[in-house]
Protein backbone atom coordinates (compact mmCIF):
# COMPACT_ATOMS: atom_id res chain seq x y z
CA UNK A 1 0.00 0.00 0.00
CA UNK A 2 1.60 3.36 -1.13
CA UNK A 3 2.55 5.71 1.68
CA UNK A 4 4.03 8.63 -1.16
CA UNK A 5 2.96 9.26 -4.20
CA UNK A 6 3.43 7.72 -7.17
CA UNK A 7 6.62 8.90 -8.74
CA UNK A 8 6.07 12.22 -10.97
CA UNK A 9 7.92 12.72 -14.59
CA UNK A 10 8.16 15.63 -16.66
CA UNK A 11 5.13 15.19 -19.54
CA UNK A 12 7.40 14.14 -22.63
CA UNK A 13 9.32 11.37 -20.54
CA UNK A 14 5.64 10.24 -18.44
CA UNK A 15 4.46 9.81 -22.33
CA UNK A 16 7.94 8.12 -23.56
CA UNK A 17 7.81 5.70 -20.32
CA UNK A 18 4.12 4.98 -21.17
CA UNK A 19 5.24 3.54 -24.45
CA UNK A 20 7.90 1.74 -23.46
CA UNK A 21 5.84 -0.66 -20.62
CA UNK A 22 3.14 -0.66 -23.29
CA UNK A 23 4.49 -1.85 -25.84
CA UNK A 24 3.10 -4.65 -28.24
CA UNK A 25 5.35 -7.88 -27.43
CA UNK A 26 4.77 -6.89 -23.88
CA UNK A 27 0.76 -6.66 -24.58
CA UNK A 28 0.83 -9.48 -26.47
CA UNK A 29 2.84 -11.68 -23.84
CA UNK A 30 0.54 -10.51 -20.66
CA UNK A 31 -2.58 -8.69 -21.97
CA UNK A 32 -3.13 -4.98 -21.48
CA UNK A 33 -4.34 -5.51 -18.19
CA UNK A 34 -1.95 -7.40 -16.44
CA UNK A 35 0.81 -4.59 -18.21
CA UNK A 36 -0.89 -1.67 -17.13
CA UNK A 37 -0.97 -3.19 -13.27
CA UNK A 38 2.57 -3.91 -13.75
CA UNK A 39 3.45 -0.55 -14.69
CA UNK A 40 1.33 1.46 -12.32
CA UNK A 41 2.96 -0.98 -9.98
CA UNK A 42 6.34 -0.09 -10.42
CA UNK A 43 5.72 3.96 -10.37
CA UNK A 44 4.42 3.26 -6.79
CA UNK A 45 7.83 1.43 -5.65
CA UNK A 46 10.05 4.31 -7.87
CA UNK A 47 8.55 6.57 -5.06
CA UNK A 48 9.12 3.96 -1.47
CA UNK A 49 12.45 3.14 -0.66
CA UNK A 50 13.54 -0.28 -0.83
CA UNK A 51 12.53 -2.68 1.62
CA UNK A 52 15.54 -3.34 3.25
CA UNK A 53 19.08 -2.05 3.96
CA UNK A 54 22.12 -4.28 2.02
CA UNK A 55 25.58 -3.33 3.38
CA UNK A 56 28.35 -5.16 1.90
CA UNK A 57 30.87 -6.98 4.69
CA UNK A 58 34.83 -6.32 3.75
CA UNK A 59 36.01 -9.85 3.77
CA UNK A 60 39.53 -8.38 2.99
CA UNK A 61 39.81 -7.47 6.34
CA UNK A 62 37.10 -9.51 8.62
CA UNK A 63 34.45 -12.23 8.51
CA UNK A 64 30.74 -12.07 7.74
CA UNK A 65 30.10 -13.64 11.14
CA UNK A 66 32.05 -11.08 13.12
CA UNK A 67 30.57 -8.02 11.69
CA UNK A 68 26.85 -9.56 11.76
CA UNK A 69 28.09 -9.67 15.32
CA UNK A 70 29.02 -6.04 15.41
CA UNK A 71 26.53 -4.67 13.70
CA UNK A 72 23.76 -6.45 15.53
CA UNK A 73 24.72 -5.17 18.68
CA UNK A 74 25.21 -1.28 17.05
CA UNK A 75 21.69 -1.88 15.28
CA UNK A 76 19.61 -2.61 19.11
CA UNK A 77 21.64 0.42 20.21
CA UNK A 78 20.49 3.35 18.09
CA UNK A 79 17.05 1.39 18.03
CA UNK A 80 16.77 1.44 21.62
CA UNK A 81 16.83 -2.20 22.26
CA UNK A 82 14.37 -2.94 19.21
CA UNK A 83 14.61 -6.48 17.78
CA UNK A 84 15.69 -6.08 14.32
CA UNK A 85 17.24 -9.03 12.69
CA UNK A 86 20.70 -8.65 10.82
CA UNK A 87 20.64 -11.64 7.73
CA UNK A 88 22.90 -13.40 5.89
CA UNK A 89 21.98 -14.02 1.89
CA UNK A 90 22.49 -17.59 1.18
CA UNK A 91 23.44 -16.84 -2.48
CA UNK A 92 26.00 -13.43 -1.51
CA UNK A 93 27.97 -14.79 1.35
CA UNK A 94 29.30 -11.43 1.40
CA UNK A 95 26.46 -9.02 2.61
CA UNK A 96 24.06 -8.32 5.38
CA UNK A 97 20.86 -6.97 5.38
CA UNK A 98 18.67 -5.30 7.67
CA UNK A 99 14.64 -4.97 7.22
CA UNK A 100 13.23 -1.60 7.22
CA UNK A 101 10.43 -0.65 9.73
CA UNK A 102 7.78 1.77 8.14
CA UNK A 103 6.22 3.12 6.78
CA UNK A 104 5.10 4.09 10.30
CA UNK A 105 1.71 6.07 9.87
CA UNK A 106 1.16 7.47 13.46
CA UNK A 107 3.98 9.89 14.40
CA UNK A 108 2.54 12.79 15.09
CA UNK A 109 3.67 16.04 13.32
CA UNK A 110 5.54 19.40 14.95
CA UNK A 111 4.75 22.57 14.39
CA UNK A 112 8.59 23.64 13.86
CA UNK A 113 9.05 22.55 10.62
CA UNK A 114 12.40 22.03 8.65
CA UNK A 115 12.11 21.87 4.93
CA UNK A 116 15.21 19.73 3.58
CA UNK A 117 16.09 18.74 -0.62
CA UNK A 118 14.87 16.02 -2.13
CA UNK A 119 18.49 14.15 -1.97
CA UNK A 120 18.68 15.05 1.18
CA UNK A 121 15.18 13.72 1.52
CA UNK A 122 16.05 10.44 -0.05
CA UNK A 123 18.77 9.80 1.91
CA UNK A 124 16.55 10.73 5.35
CA UNK A 125 14.18 7.64 3.94
CA UNK A 126 17.42 5.12 3.48
CA UNK A 127 18.55 5.90 7.61
CA UNK A 128 20.38 9.09 7.02
CA UNK A 129 20.44 11.99 9.59
CA UNK A 130 19.82 15.50 7.96
CA UNK A 131 23.28 17.62 7.48
CA UNK A 132 23.27 21.50 7.10
CA UNK A 133 23.96 21.29 3.08
CA UNK A 134 20.49 19.73 2.69
CA UNK A 135 18.42 21.69 4.85
CA UNK A 136 16.49 24.96 2.40
CA UNK A 137 14.44 25.97 5.15
CA UNK A 138 13.36 26.06 9.09
CA UNK A 139 10.72 27.37 11.03
CA UNK A 140 11.51 31.47 11.76
CA UNK A 141 12.34 30.56 15.43
CA UNK A 142 14.12 27.10 15.69
CA UNK A 143 16.47 26.66 18.55
CA UNK A 144 18.97 24.21 19.00
CA UNK A 145 17.29 21.24 20.65
CA UNK A 146 13.88 21.87 19.18
CA UNK A 147 12.29 18.55 18.37
CA UNK A 148 10.62 19.53 14.32
CA UNK A 149 9.04 17.64 11.92
CA UNK A 150 11.62 17.19 8.61
CA UNK A 151 9.79 17.43 5.13
CA UNK A 152 11.58 16.77 1.79
CA UNK A 153 10.86 19.53 -0.88
CA UNK A 154 10.36 16.89 -3.77
CA UNK A 155 9.84 19.46 -6.57
CA UNK A 156 12.90 21.79 -5.58
CA UNK A 157 10.74 24.86 -5.27
CA UNK A 158 11.86 25.77 -1.67
CA UNK A 159 14.51 28.66 -1.97
CA UNK A 160 17.18 28.64 1.11
CA UNK A 161 16.69 29.89 4.41
CA UNK A 162 12.65 30.74 3.52
CA UNK A 163 10.87 31.13 7.25
CA UNK A 164 7.96 28.74 5.35
CA UNK A 165 7.21 27.21 2.57
CA UNK A 166 3.55 26.17 0.95
CA UNK A 167 4.89 23.70 -1.89
CA UNK A 168 4.79 19.91 -2.07
CA UNK A 169 6.14 18.50 0.52
CA UNK A 170 6.32 15.06 2.18
CA UNK A 171 6.85 13.87 5.58
CA UNK A 172 10.11 12.18 6.42
CA UNK A 173 9.54 12.21 10.29
CA UNK A 174 10.40 13.81 13.27
CA UNK A 175 14.47 14.84 14.41
CA UNK A 176 15.97 17.19 17.63
CA UNK A 177 17.63 20.31 15.67
CA UNK A 178 21.33 20.65 16.78
CA UNK A 179 21.91 24.21 15.81
CA UNK A 180 19.58 27.08 15.57
CA UNK A 181 17.90 28.55 12.20
CA UNK A 182 20.60 31.60 12.91
CA UNK A 183 23.33 28.97 13.32
CA UNK A 184 22.40 27.59 9.88
CA UNK A 185 21.55 29.99 7.29
CA UNK A 186 24.14 32.27 9.20
CA UNK A 187 27.29 33.37 6.33
CA UNK A 188 29.73 32.45 8.42
CA UNK A 189 27.90 29.58 10.43
CA UNK A 190 28.69 26.04 9.58
CA UNK A 191 28.54 24.76 5.66
CA UNK A 192 28.30 21.08 6.92
CA UNK A 193 27.94 18.72 9.86
CA UNK A 194 24.21 17.69 11.43
CA UNK A 195 21.67 19.90 11.45
CA UNK A 196 18.76 17.42 12.54
CA UNK A 197 18.98 14.31 14.44
CA UNK A 198 16.45 12.03 13.08
CA UNK A 199 14.51 10.13 16.26
CA UNK A 200 11.07 9.05 14.98
CA UNK A 201 11.86 8.43 10.56
CA UNK A 202 8.84 7.21 8.36
CA UNK A 203 11.31 4.80 7.50
CA UNK A 204 13.24 3.02 10.52
CA UNK A 205 17.07 2.00 9.22
CA UNK A 206 19.93 1.98 10.87
CA UNK A 207 22.28 5.02 10.30
CA UNK A 208 25.64 4.60 8.91
CA UNK A 209 27.78 7.69 9.82
CA UNK A 210 31.32 6.47 11.28
CA UNK A 211 29.02 2.60 11.84
CA UNK A 212 32.37 -0.14 11.32
CA UNK A 213 33.62 2.17 8.29
CA UNK A 214 36.75 -0.10 7.34
CA UNK A 215 34.37 -3.28 7.65
CA UNK A 216 31.06 -1.99 5.66
CA UNK A 217 30.46 -0.61 2.39
CA UNK A 218 26.32 0.42 1.84
CA UNK A 219 25.43 -1.09 -1.64
CA UNK A 220 22.27 -1.98 -3.26
CA UNK A 221 22.13 -5.30 -3.83
CA UNK A 222 22.08 -5.97 -7.54
CA UNK A 223 24.80 -3.52 -7.55
CA UNK A 224 26.50 -6.72 -5.35
CA UNK A 225 25.40 -9.00 -7.83
CA UNK A 226 27.08 -7.37 -10.09
CA UNK A 227 31.18 -7.95 -9.00
CA UNK A 228 29.76 -11.77 -8.49
CA UNK A 229 28.45 -12.16 -12.11
CA UNK A 230 31.88 -10.30 -12.99
CA UNK A 231 33.81 -13.31 -11.00
CA UNK A 232 37.59 -11.85 -11.10
CA UNK A 233 40.31 -14.55 -10.21
CA UNK A 234 43.48 -13.52 -8.75
CA UNK A 235 46.16 -12.51 -10.64
CA UNK A 236 43.66 -11.64 -13.47
CA UNK A 237 44.23 -8.23 -15.50
CA UNK A 238 40.37 -6.04 -15.00
CA UNK A 239 39.03 -2.83 -16.14
CA UNK A 240 36.33 -1.17 -14.16
CA UNK A 241 35.45 1.69 -16.66
CA UNK A 242 32.74 3.73 -14.96
CA UNK A 243 33.94 2.94 -12.00
CA UNK A 244 32.99 5.80 -8.90
CA UNK A 245 32.09 6.01 -6.22
CA UNK A 246 34.15 2.81 -6.10
CA UNK A 247 31.69 -0.23 -4.61
CA UNK A 248 31.84 -2.48 -6.86
CA UNK A 249 35.79 -1.35 -7.55
CA UNK A 250 36.62 -2.30 -3.97
CA UNK A 251 34.28 -5.08 -3.85
CA UNK A 252 36.19 -7.05 -7.37
CA UNK A 253 39.52 -6.10 -5.23
CA UNK A 254 38.07 -7.98 -2.67
CA UNK A 255 36.83 -11.25 -4.25
CA UNK A 256 40.33 -11.48 -6.69
CA UNK A 257 41.59 -11.55 -2.92
CA UNK A 258 43.83 -7.99 -3.79
CA UNK A 259 45.94 -10.04 -6.46
CA UNK A 260 46.26 -8.89 -9.66
CA UNK A 261 45.68 -5.62 -11.31
CA UNK A 262 42.40 -3.37 -11.09
CA UNK A 263 42.17 -0.16 -12.77
CA UNK A 264 39.38 2.02 -12.05
CA UNK A 265 38.25 5.08 -14.60
CA UNK A 266 36.48 7.48 -13.97
CA UNK A 267 36.61 11.13 -15.92
CA UNK A 268 35.60 13.46 -12.79
CA UNK A 269 38.42 13.98 -10.68
CA UNK A 270 36.91 14.78 -7.33
CA UNK A 271 35.33 10.54 -7.53
CA UNK A 272 38.56 9.45 -8.97
CA UNK A 273 39.34 11.06 -5.20
CA UNK A 274 37.08 8.84 -3.50
CA UNK A 275 37.70 5.74 -5.19
CA UNK A 276 41.40 6.40 -3.79
CA UNK A 277 40.19 7.32 -0.41
CA UNK A 278 37.70 4.06 -0.45
CA UNK A 279 40.60 1.63 -1.71
CA UNK A 280 42.77 3.10 0.94
CA UNK A 281 40.29 2.69 3.99
CA UNK A 282 39.59 -0.98 2.73
CA UNK A 283 43.35 -1.25 2.95
CA UNK A 284 43.04 -2.88 -0.37
CA UNK A 285 46.55 -2.11 -2.92
CA UNK A 286 45.65 -4.24 -6.07
CA UNK A 287 43.16 -0.81 -7.82
CA UNK A 288 44.79 1.55 -9.49
CA UNK A 289 42.63 4.94 -10.13
CA UNK A 290 42.77 6.71 -13.12
CA UNK A 291 40.79 10.27 -13.89
CA UNK A 292 39.88 9.26 -17.87
CA UNK A 293 37.29 9.56 -20.17
CA UNK A 294 36.21 6.03 -21.21
CA UNK A 295 35.40 6.25 -24.68
CA UNK A 296 39.00 7.40 -24.98
CA UNK A 297 40.44 4.82 -23.21
CA UNK A 298 41.20 2.83 -26.39
CA UNK A 299 44.75 3.86 -28.21
CA UNK A 300 47.02 1.93 -30.94
CA UNK A 301 50.25 3.17 -30.95
CA UNK A 302 52.94 1.84 -28.74
CA UNK A 303 52.58 2.99 -25.08
CA UNK A 304 55.97 3.45 -23.14
CA UNK A 305 56.67 0.41 -21.23
CA UNK A 306 56.44 2.13 -17.63
CA UNK A 307 53.08 3.61 -18.63
CA UNK A 308 49.89 2.50 -16.09
CA UNK A 309 47.29 4.38 -16.79
CA UNK A 310 44.70 4.88 -20.41
CA UNK A 311 45.01 4.79 -23.13
CA UNK A 312 45.66 1.09 -23.67
CA UNK A 313 46.30 -1.38 -26.54
CA UNK A 314 43.67 -3.75 -27.86
CA UNK A 315 43.18 -7.06 -26.16
CA UNK A 316 44.56 -5.66 -22.87
CA UNK A 317 42.06 -7.19 -19.95
CA UNK A 318 40.79 -10.70 -18.88
CA UNK A 319 37.96 -9.32 -17.62
CA UNK A 320 35.67 -5.57 -17.98
CA UNK A 321 32.76 -4.03 -15.88
CA UNK A 322 30.76 -1.68 -18.01
CA UNK A 323 28.45 -0.34 -15.04
CA UNK A 324 27.20 3.06 -17.70
CA UNK A 325 26.36 6.05 -17.15
CA UNK A 326 22.45 5.79 -17.41
CA UNK A 327 19.45 7.68 -16.99
CA UNK A 328 19.15 6.23 -13.06
CA UNK A 329 15.51 5.54 -13.11
CA UNK A 330 15.64 2.53 -11.04
CA UNK A 331 17.09 4.48 -8.04
CA UNK A 332 14.70 4.57 -5.13
CA UNK A 333 13.02 6.42 -3.50
CA UNK A 334 12.55 9.25 -5.85
CA UNK A 335 9.55 11.02 -6.10
CA UNK A 336 10.03 13.60 -8.72
CA UNK A 337 12.27 12.49 -11.53
CA UNK A 338 13.93 15.08 -13.17
CA UNK A 339 15.48 14.87 -16.20
CA UNK A 340 14.07 15.78 -19.53
CA UNK A 341 13.69 13.52 -22.40
CA UNK A 342 16.56 14.68 -24.61
CA UNK A 343 18.76 13.88 -21.20
CA UNK A 344 17.10 10.41 -21.03
CA UNK A 345 18.02 9.55 -24.59
CA UNK A 346 20.98 11.09 -24.56
CA UNK A 347 22.62 8.03 -22.60
CA UNK A 348 22.50 5.57 -24.87
CA UNK A 349 24.69 6.88 -27.82
CA UNK A 350 27.31 7.35 -24.66
CA UNK A 351 26.58 3.56 -23.61
CA UNK A 352 27.40 2.66 -27.45
CA UNK A 353 30.26 4.30 -27.57
CA UNK A 354 31.86 3.19 -24.31
CA UNK A 355 30.50 -0.25 -24.98
CA UNK A 356 32.21 -0.72 -28.60
CA UNK A 357 35.95 0.45 -26.63
CA UNK A 358 35.18 -1.98 -24.14
CA UNK A 359 34.89 -5.05 -26.93
CA UNK A 360 37.76 -3.44 -28.16
CA UNK A 361 39.95 -3.65 -25.11
CA UNK A 362 38.72 -7.14 -23.86
CA UNK A 363 41.15 -10.16 -24.71
CA UNK A 364 39.89 -13.59 -26.74
CA UNK A 365 38.28 -15.35 -24.59
CA UNK A 366 37.31 -12.16 -21.68
CA UNK A 367 33.86 -11.52 -19.86
CA UNK A 368 32.42 -7.80 -20.45
CA UNK A 369 29.48 -7.49 -17.44
CA UNK A 370 27.27 -4.24 -18.77
CA UNK A 371 25.11 -2.95 -15.99
CA UNK A 372 22.58 0.00 -15.73
CA UNK A 373 20.57 0.84 -13.00
CA UNK A 374 17.36 2.50 -14.86
CA UNK A 375 14.64 0.37 -16.30
CA UNK A 376 14.09 1.81 -20.21
CA UNK A 377 14.82 -0.82 -22.96
CA UNK A 378 16.56 1.36 -24.76
CA UNK A 379 19.49 1.35 -22.07
CA UNK A 380 19.01 -2.27 -21.44
CA UNK A 381 17.97 -5.06 -23.72
CA UNK A 382 18.02 -2.69 -26.86
CA UNK A 383 21.32 -2.28 -25.85
CA UNK A 384 22.13 -6.26 -25.73
CA UNK A 385 20.14 -6.34 -29.00
CA UNK A 386 22.71 -4.04 -30.58
CA UNK A 387 25.79 -5.59 -29.21
CA UNK A 388 24.77 -9.34 -30.37
CA UNK A 389 24.16 -7.92 -34.17
CA UNK A 390 27.22 -5.22 -33.81
CA UNK A 391 29.84 -7.50 -32.52
CA UNK A 392 29.65 -10.96 -33.75
CA UNK A 393 32.28 -12.23 -31.56
CA UNK A 394 29.83 -12.08 -28.57
CA UNK A 395 27.63 -14.31 -26.73
CA UNK A 396 25.34 -14.16 -24.05
CA UNK A 397 26.07 -16.16 -21.01
CA UNK A 398 24.16 -17.45 -18.06
CA UNK A 399 24.66 -15.63 -14.98
CA UNK A 400 25.68 -16.34 -11.53
CA UNK A 401 24.08 -15.92 -9.16
CA UNK A 402 20.52 -15.27 -10.89
CA UNK A 403 18.74 -13.26 -8.59
CA UNK A 404 16.60 -11.33 -10.41
CA UNK A 405 14.06 -11.40 -13.11
CA UNK A 406 14.70 -12.00 -16.79
CA UNK A 407 15.02 -9.09 -19.39
CA UNK A 408 11.64 -7.66 -20.62
CA UNK A 409 10.15 -7.91 -23.56
CA UNK A 410 10.31 -5.39 -26.51
CA UNK A 411 13.26 -4.84 -28.02
CA UNK A 412 13.29 -8.32 -30.04
CA UNK A 413 15.46 -10.55 -27.91
CA UNK A 414 14.52 -14.22 -28.05
CA UNK A 415 12.88 -15.67 -24.81
CA UNK A 416 16.19 -17.71 -24.15
CA UNK A 417 18.09 -14.29 -24.65
CA UNK A 418 15.68 -12.89 -22.43
CA UNK A 419 16.00 -15.81 -19.91
CA UNK A 420 19.78 -14.73 -19.59
CA UNK A 421 20.03 -11.58 -19.17
CA UNK A 422 18.80 -10.30 -15.06
CA UNK A 423 16.16 -7.04 -14.52
CA UNK A 424 15.94 -6.35 -11.23
CA UNK A 425 12.13 -5.04 -10.99
CA UNK A 426 10.53 -3.27 -7.73
CA UNK A 427 6.85 -4.21 -9.47
CA UNK A 428 7.68 -7.99 -8.82
CA UNK A 429 6.59 -7.83 -5.24
CA UNK A 430 3.41 -5.77 -3.76
CA UNK A 431 4.75 -2.87 -2.01
CA UNK A 432 3.64 -3.77 1.44
CA UNK A 433 4.98 -2.33 4.65
CA UNK A 434 7.10 -3.49 7.45
CA UNK A 435 6.16 -3.75 11.16
CA UNK A 436 7.78 -4.86 14.18
CA UNK A 437 4.94 -7.18 14.70
CA UNK A 438 4.85 -8.99 10.93
CA UNK A 439 8.26 -8.84 10.83
CA UNK A 440 9.14 -10.96 14.02
CA UNK A 441 6.01 -13.46 12.41
CA UNK A 442 7.91 -14.08 9.02
CA UNK A 443 10.57 -16.82 8.16
CA UNK A 444 13.72 -16.20 7.32
CA UNK A 445 13.74 -17.45 3.43
CA UNK A 446 10.43 -15.34 2.85
CA UNK A 447 12.20 -11.87 3.88
CA UNK A 448 15.37 -13.14 1.70
CA UNK A 449 12.98 -13.72 -1.16
CA UNK A 450 11.47 -10.00 -0.81
CA UNK A 451 14.84 -8.43 -0.74
CA UNK A 452 15.88 -9.48 -3.72
CA UNK A 453 12.77 -8.23 -5.23
CA UNK A 454 12.30 -5.34 -3.46
CA UNK A 455 15.15 -3.10 -4.05
CA UNK A 456 16.11 -0.73 -6.70
CA UNK A 457 15.43 -1.24 -10.40
CA UNK A 458 18.84 -2.68 -12.01
CA UNK A 459 19.80 -4.57 -15.20
CA UNK A 460 22.89 -7.15 -15.58
CA UNK A 461 24.11 -8.68 -19.13
CA UNK A 462 27.02 -11.02 -19.60
CA UNK A 463 29.01 -11.58 -22.64
CA UNK A 464 31.90 -14.21 -23.57
CA UNK A 465 34.08 -12.61 -26.29
CA UNK A 466 34.36 -15.80 -28.55
CA UNK A 467 38.66 -16.91 -29.54
CA UNK A 468 37.92 -16.47 -33.41
CA UNK A 469 38.78 -13.22 -34.59
Known sequence: ????????????????????????????????????SKYQSLLSHLSHPPGFTTVRVNTHLASVKHVKKLLFEEIQKQFKGLCVPVLEHPKLQDILLIPVIGPRRDLKRH???????AQCGYAVLRGAHVYVPGIMSTSRFMKAGDLVSVYSDIEGKCKRGAKEFEGVKVFLGNGISELSRSEIF??????????????EPVYLSPSFDNVLPSH????????????????????????????????????LATLMHDQGELIAMDKIANKVKKIKQNAELLQLNCIKAFCYDGTKALTVEKREDEQEGPPFLPQSFDRILLDA???????RPNMAYSLTLKEVTSYQPLQRKLFTVAVKLLKPGGVLVYSTCTITLSENEEQVAWALKTFPCLQ??????????????????SLDQL?????????????????????????????????????????IAKFLKSNSK
Do not use: W
Not at 10 to 18: A, D, G, I, M, P
Not at 111 to 117: K, L, Q, S, T
Not at 325 to 331: A, E, V
Open 216 to 251: LFLQNLPSVVVSHILNPQPGERILDMCAAPGGKTTH
Open 1 to 36: MSFFPKISFQREVEEYLTKVFRNNELITALGSQDVE
Open 325 to 331: PCSGMGQ
Open 186 to 199: SSSGPLNGMGIRMI
Open 111 to 117: APEVIVG
Open 419 to 459: KLLQRFDPSAVTLQGMDINSLQNSREDDLISLANKDCIGFF
Open 396 to 413: LQPQEPHIGGEGMRGAGL
